[in-house]
């Protein structure tokens, strides 16, 4: 976790982060994910409909990522900028499909 990290660290992220935001550019390699195939239970594992992919992303990609998120989620919907449909889905992820297919169709 990155409370466990040292101060020095957490200061070199932070520049980093900041740069990226100052220069808007996100790297390119933290674009790119890792597909995994991890075997179902139970299943024939000569076929390929026994696996699911696990897509594995950069961590630091992640990591920014949930930062940008928690700053900037409140400053949107404080200012109206998320629809509400969306709010219900960042908030309980159960709203069910057609709902979220009826509003994209509006």
């Not at 409370?3 to 990226?20: D, G, Q, S, Y």
């Not at 390699?29 to 950069?58: C, F, H, Q």
Request: charged share 25%.
């Amino acid at each position: 976790m990155m409370i466990e990290l040292p101060r020095v660290a957490v200061r070199i992220l932070l520049f980093i982060f900041n740069a990226m935001l100052r220069l808007e550019y996100f790297p390119n390699n933290w674009k790119v994910a890792v597909v995994k195939m991890i075997p179902k239970p139970g299943k024939d594992l000569t076929k390929a409909e026994s696996y699911r992919p696990i897509s594995l992303l950069p961590t630091m990609s992640k990591l920014f990522e949930k930062l940008l998120v928690t700053k900037l989620s409140p400053i949107l919907a404080e200012r109206n900028c998320i629809p509400d449909i969306i709010n219900l889905a960042l908030d309980d992820n159960m709203v069910p499909l057609n709902k979220r297919i009826d509003w994209f169709k509006s």
